[in-house]
């Protein structure tokens, strides 16, 4: 047979870096390895919900709203276990109610910086500088552009962000490494680029790019159907953006389907830093515990029990006695 020698791909493996740690993913498990506060690796694995092996996960265009929903998701409540785990007192845990509500604000701020705010910027132009509403569409989409790179080079001047950003770059080489088909070391996985086609950064560059040529196909609209409309069509956007990822990956060796990933390539210089040995260590170890309960006939998650940090008892004040001065005697 012709296809007798050829070997079956490669399951394709994702991650996500998150404080002092990574998270890998495949089609049934995630793995996520931390450094704690004492310098230790700690992990927590877990089964994936029965959606990401379900049918509708191998439908094109609507798995990529899986993809969406894994980043909101599981993503976010990865972070909150990594913050936890970095947590110095049970009053810094951030957990249940608390942590439903961060994230929630967190989503609103994005949606509304991203899409709401190039849109009412675009309005505004075509208001004031009489433009066209394709030359007020386009430039919507200048200004959202313009905002996501402002936005990465303000948050990536913190030094609490460069260190998850060296975490990213640590699953990017690993991820690599292993495609590559060379034992994960650290020594091995750094000699990999920091750079990867399916980087949830290419990811949203895509969809930016994608909704600079659907929104300029719409016609004008008052500012309150454009405004709805944006967010109405960002699942549209993750599906088509998720699928063009895919069609790159499996063709990056074609000079063509280079040369269209390389500004999302570029982009990731924004989001990856050059990861130290520790942090390499730490993403092998997300990466192997992943794989092998992916792997295993018998799979056993490892869940990650945090006990409170103990509380420093109070000192207390000890007073000193001294003796009742004596009253003075009149003779």
């Given at each position: ?10 399951p ?92 929630l ?13 190039p ?14 509403p ?78 600079i ?29 998720y ?54 006939k ?9 006990t ?24």
């Amino acid at each position: 047979m012709a296809n007798a020698g050829k070997q079956a791909p490669k399951p394709l493996y994702g991650g996500q870096a998150v404080i002092e740690g990574v998270m890998m993913r495949g089609p049934r498990f995630m793995a996520v390895a931390m450094r704690d506060p004492k310098g230790k690796i700690v992990l927590h694995s877990e089964a994936l919900g029965p959606i990401y092996s379900s049918r509708w996960a191998k439908v094109p265009f609507l798995r990529g709203l899986l993809l969406l929903w894994d980043a909101l998701g599981l993503g976010s409540r990865v972070l909150g276990l990594s913050a936890n785990v970095q947590a110095e007192s049970e009053d810094e845990k951030l957990e249940g109610a608390p942590l439903a509500i961060t994230m929630l604000i967190s989503f609103s701020f994005a949606i509304g910086l991203f899409f709401l705010l190039p849109a009412g910027l675009g309005h505004l132009a075509e208001r004031l500088l009489s433009l066209t509403p394709l030359t007020g569409n386009l430039l919507e989409g200048v200004f959202r552009l313009l905002i996501l790179l402002g936005y990465l080079w303000a948050v990536g001047r913190m030094d609490e962000i460069r260190r998850v950003f060296g975490y990213h770059g640590a699953e990017h080489k690993t991820i690599h490494a292993y495609e590559a088909g060379v034992k994960l070391t650290p020594k091995n996985v750094a000699t990999f680029p920091l750079e990867h086609p399916r980087c949830g950064t290419a990811f949203l560059l895509t969809v930016i790019v994608l909704s600079i040529l659907v929104f300029t196909l719409i016609g004008p609209l008052p500012l309150l159907p454009r405004l709805l409309l944006r967010v109405a069509l960002i699942p549209v956007l993750a599906g088509i953006a998720y699928e063009y990822l895919r069609w790159t990956a499996s063709n990056i060796r074609n000079p063509l389907v280079r040369l269209l990933v390389a500004p999302n390539l570029a982009l990731q210089r924004l989001t990856t830093r050059p990861p130290d040995p520790k942090m390499l260590e730490v993403s092998i170890a997300a990466f192997n515990e992943m794989l092998k309960l992916e792997t295993s006939k018998a799979p056993k998650p490892k869940e990650l029990k945090l006990t409170p940090p103990k509380k420093k008892a109070a000192r207390k004040k000890t007073v000193k006695k001294t003796a009742a001065p004596k009253k003075a005697t009149v003779k």
